[in-house]
T-cell receptor, first 115, second 109 residues
Framework: DSGVTQTPKHLITATGQRVTLRCSPR?????VYWYQQSLDQGLQFLIQ???????AKGNILERFSAQQFPDLHSELNLSSLELGDSALYFC??????????????FGEGSRLTVL | TQLLEQSPQFLSIQEGENLTVYCNSS?????LQWYRQEPGEGPVLLVT?????EVKKLKRLTFQFGDARKDSSLHITAAQPGDTGLYLC?????????FGTGTRLTIIP
């Protein structure tokens, strides 16, 4: 158990819809990262938050947005969903804010299926 | 955009054999990590290498960071069924952790 909690574990929805994925980081971790993993592929970095502020941005679509709340949990919002958005979405947390080689602890992921 | 290519993409070998997985990039990374991911779970960190030329051993796993900090390798000695999984390298650079394309390893008992 990494200590990172993601909900929901599975989500099935239709094209055009909007969903929200939730992540609770490990106790004490200030950084939250979101990654997308498509079938049999590596992880694509979407966005990082540190203590409520956006720290780094990857290849995140404009239809996607995220935020980190004062209690440090984070939400990833996916809107106008397309078939190609079907993927595993991982949240990870770390104690440090910078990408300095610290360990990332990953949740079990949220599997999104868009029909 | 920093890209990390892993090879091979798929590898299936008999228990007891040795294997090497490669992670290559044209970019320089300040450090590089290797993760293992099992079905239904998130990746779990195996090792972090920081210095060019660094070699780290974790039981039967040996990790090496290239001298120029652009590439890395993972060598497994006497592979066991418990080594089965998706192996991912990840490099730190430009304020991001970039993951490689992954190597799916299957060890046949």
């Amino acid at each position: 158990d990494s200590g990172v909690t993601q909900t929901p574990k599975h989500l099935i929805t239709a094209t055009g819809q909007r969903v929200t994925l939730r992540c609770s980081p490990r106790s004490g971790d200030l950084s939250v990262y979101w990654y997308q993993q498509s079938l049999d592929q590596g992880l694509q970095f979407l966005i990082q938050y540190y203590n409520g502020e956006e720290r780094a941005k990857g290849n995140i679509l404009e239809r996607f947005s995220a935020q980190q709340f004062p209690d440090l949990h984070s939400e990833l919002n996916l809107s106008s969903l397309e078939l190609g958005d079907s993927a595993l979405y991982f949240c990870a947390s770390s104690a440090s804010g910078g990408m300095s080689g610290g360990e990332l602890f990953f949740g079990e992921g949220s599997r999104l299926t868009v029909l | 955009t920093q890209l990390l290519e892993q090879s091979p993409q798929f590898l299936s070998i008999q228990e007891g054999e040795n294997l090497t997985v490669y992670c290559n990039s044209s970019s320089v990374f300040s450090s590089l990590q290797w993760y293992r991911q099992e079905p239904g779970e998130g990746p779990v960190l195996l090792v972090t290498v920081v210095t060019g030329g660094e070699v780290k051993k974790l039981k039967r796993l040996t990790f090496q960071f290239g001298d120029a900090r652009k590439d890395s390798s993972l060598h497994i000695t006497a592979a066991q069924p418990g080594d089965t999984g998706l192996y991912l390298c990840a490099g730190f650079g430009n304020e991001k952790l970039t993951f490689g394309t992954g190597t799916r390893l299957t060890i046949i008992p």
